[in-house]
């Protein structure tokens, strides 16, 4: 406790819904503000950018499909992070445990001549299993050796996007490919059924709002989402309860991971129906999942509101770009203000301001 005038400033334990609530939308309006410079300074005014922003995305049914569109891999990936956070497992490897989900369900759909009803079905079951055994590796690393997992998950990003590299510019290069390397475009029964007029991949939207849902339930009404749950409140307290760190750890590692390879899956197959550059795959969803899953706070559900708000940053980035005459990689500006200044608000969840009792002391 501190006595500063006439208030006193106490530490919580748990921090409210209330105060997690209006310290992140503090957090976002400040985001916001400095982005504002960012539009003063290119000599638009922040007021018209922001006013231009909201009616091109949210009041425009294309503008809104395609914030739709870019919510569905930064849903998948941002719930798989919430439970890896939830478990202490600081996964930062989505961005390519999403690559190698794209390469698997590549590899299925050129390579394997299976009838259409079981094509997409296998792409989905490979780009699963391709994304988690790219997480499960750092979560062994961790458990066995003492491995830092945020240096190995971070770094295996860029094995992933060579290897994708690797791919397209050696063994799977298109026999129609000049200047850009890619693969061969994929058949028809390895595409995903689109939103008519959109570019919506449904099936896989329905895949991560589904995933949202079992990993909420998973987390607060099965024994071994309780027991992720101790690990990440209280590991001393999990050893003490003999609860299977490797194994409780190692699952939800596998699943963050896999639900990372399952948005790979609907990028290659939804939207591009190839395998083409890392950089052009995934436009930065797996770390923008880190925010997708700080925002909603260990929250599966609230994944989906914190995924369409991200959604709808990444597509005000073709609004700054065609009707603002800015660069569409201000969005990576977006991006990284909000993530500092939720990191630089995380403390004040866990304090609260009251006024002093009288006779009161520090």
């Known amino acids: 406790m501190r006595r ?153 990003n860029y094995v992933a996007a060579y290897l994708v590299g690797w791919l397209i510019h050696g063994p799977w290069r298109g026999k129609s490919a000049f200047g850009f390397a890619y693969s061969d475009r994929f058949p028809a029964g390895a595409t995903l059924p689109l939103v008519p007029g959109t570019y919506v991949h449904w099936p896989t939207l329905l ?18 989402g309780y027991r992720v749950r101790v690990i990440g409140d209280n590991p001393e307290a999990a050893r003490y309860a003999h ?41 930065g969803y797996g770390y923008t999942a880190i925010i997708v899953a700080w925002l909603a706070r260990g929250n599966p559900l609230g994944a989906i509101l914190t995924a369409l708000f991200m959604g709808v940053i990444f597509a005000s980035g073709d609004v700054m770009k065609l009707a603002l005459q800015m660069p569409f990689r201000v969005t990576d500006v977006f991006n990284g203000l909000i993530l500092f200044f939720l990191i630089s608000s995380e403390r004040l969840l866990y304090y609260r301001v009251r006024l002093a009792q009288s006779g009161e002391e520090e």
Not at 24 to 29: F, G, N, R, V, Y
Not at 252 to 271: I, N, P, Q, Y
Request: aromatic content about 10%.
């Open 243 to 283: 609860i299977p760190l490797f194994g409780v750890v190692f699952a939800a590692a596998l699943v963050s991971g896999g639900l990372a390879g399952l948005a790979g899956v609907g990028e290659v197959a939804g939207v591009h129906h190839r395998l083409l550059d890392a950089y052009q795959i995934s436009l």
């Open 4 to 156: 500063l005038g006439p208030f006193v400033i106490e530490k919580d334990l748990v921090a409210p819904p209330a105060r997690v609530l209006a310290v992140s939308t503090l957090a976002l309006l400040l985001a916001f503000a400095a982005a504002g410079v960012i539009f003063w300074a290119y000599g638009v005014s922040p007021w018209l950018a922001y006013k231009t922003i909201v009616a091109e995305t949210l009041f425009s049914k294309s503008g809104f499909a395609e914030a739709v569109r870019r919510a569905i891999p930064l849903l998948l990936a941002g719930v798989g992070l919430v439970l890896a956070f939830r478990g202490q497992f600081w996964n930062i490897g989505a961005e390519g445990q999403l690559l190698l989900g794209a390469v698997a369900a590549s590899g299925v759909a050129l390579f394997v001549h299976a009838p259409a009803a079981v094509e997409l079905p296998l792409m989905f079951a490979a780009g699963f299993l391709a994304g988690g055994l790219w997480a499960a590796l750092p979560a062994v690393l961790k458990l066995r050796l003492g491995v830092n997992d945020v240096l190995t998950t971070l770094m295996l």
């Open 207 to 224: 895949l991560a709002l589904l995933a949202a849902l079992l990993v909420w339930l998973a987390l607060e009404r099965t024994p071994w």
